[in-house]
Every structure is written in C-alpha cells, then in structure tokens.
C-alpha cells in the first residue's frame, strides 16, 4: 500500500512538472506569442492607461493617418473618434522606418511605452532652437501638432504660450509641473488586411 501512495505522488509530481513545462513553453507561432506575451490595445485604451504601461511592451491597433516625411520614421496611429493620436517610432530592430503603404490602412504596432515630457526647460529650449533659426520657416509637423494638442495653433510663440498654460493648469490640478506625451517605440509591426 505504501509503494502505492509513493507511485501516486510520484506520479502526480510528474505532471504538474510537466504542465508546468508546457505552459512556460515558446511556442513557435510569433503571432501567438505576441498575443500571450503582449496585451493587444486600441490607441484610446493606451492613451487612457499610459502612465502605468511605461516601459511595457504592447501591441496597439489602429488607423494610421500619417508617416513622417522624413523617411517614414513616424507613424501616427487614430483612435475611433481620430482625436485621440498616438506616434509610434520606428526603430533599428524593425527596419528604422515604415511602409509607405502603411498610410490609410490598420496597424497592429509591437513596442515599448514611452513619455516625453515638456516643463518650463523644454520650452526654453525650443525657444533658443527658434531663435537660433529666427528667419528659417517653422517645420513643426500638423500631424505632430495634432498629436500634441495644439492643430489649430499655427504661430511658434503661441504654441509655446499653450504649452506654459496646459503645464500651470497640470500643477495646478495634479501636482506635475510638465506635460505627458506618450509614444511607443516600435519594434515591429503588421499591416492588418
């Protein structure tokens, strides 16, 4: 009876070992493991939840309304209202830029959650960079303004106005004294048919 009880335990030892093995596994489908290994999000459940997912890696679908015209190296994804915008940036593991057939079609964009903030120092800065290019046409992207809350600002110094307001209406409510712009460094991605 005893060698019975150690056979059964045994036994069920060897199970769980070997369920354990098969649920930590690789599978060989790189569709199938980035679905277990990365959440799939909309840009809106992203933008919504960025803050917590910095330095995760996901997936996010979405439109893409635009790429870069400095060879592709941003896309701008939409969220279902195309209000919502996030920029994902193409980096050296995936190619260092996106398909021009990417534009009006739905990405699925593997990579890392990032944040770029702009406080007071950041604006002095782009002011100096201005001033340095005083003269020379102001190449701020639409696109990109856009996804920084700021399309229907067209002049510099008003853009850098808003900037300083949105950041003192940030300390004012919430203690930061910088604006959140959330972006994702792409390590892969697929044109969805």
């Known amino acids: 009876m005893k060698l019975f009880k150690n056979f059964f335990a045994f036994a069920a030892a060897l199970l769980i070992i ?46 893409c309304s635009h790429l ?19 920029r994902c940036e193409a980096t050296a593991a995936m190619g260092g830029a996106f398909s021009p057939d990417c534009v009006g079609k739905t990405l699925s964009v593997k990579g890392v959650v990032c944040e770029n903030r702009i406080g007071e120092a950041e604006v002095k800065e782009m002011e100096a960079q201005h001033a340095k290019t ?36 940030r300390l004012a409510k919430e203690g930061k004294d910088y604006l959140s712009f959330y972006y994702l460094e792409a390590v892969s991605y697929d044109i969805n048919q």
């Open 18 to 63: 070997a369920c354990a093995a098969s649920c930590n596994s690789k599978k060989t489908d790189n569709t199938a493991e980035a679905e277990n290994l990365c959440p799939s999000l909309s840009v809106d459940s992203l933008l919504a939840d960025a803050d917590d997912l910095l330095g995760d890696t996901v997936i996010v679908v979405g439109d």
């Open 68 to 86: 870069c015209k400095h060879g592709g190296k941003k896309a701008f994804l939409v969220g279902a209202d195309s209000l919502a915008m996030l």
């Open 134 to 169: 005083e003269g020379a046409a102001d190449h701020n992207c639409s696109t990109e303004a856009k996804a920084n809350g700021q399309d229907s600002i067209c002049e510099f110094d008003a853009r850098m106005a808003d900037f300083r307001a949105r950041i003192s209406d």
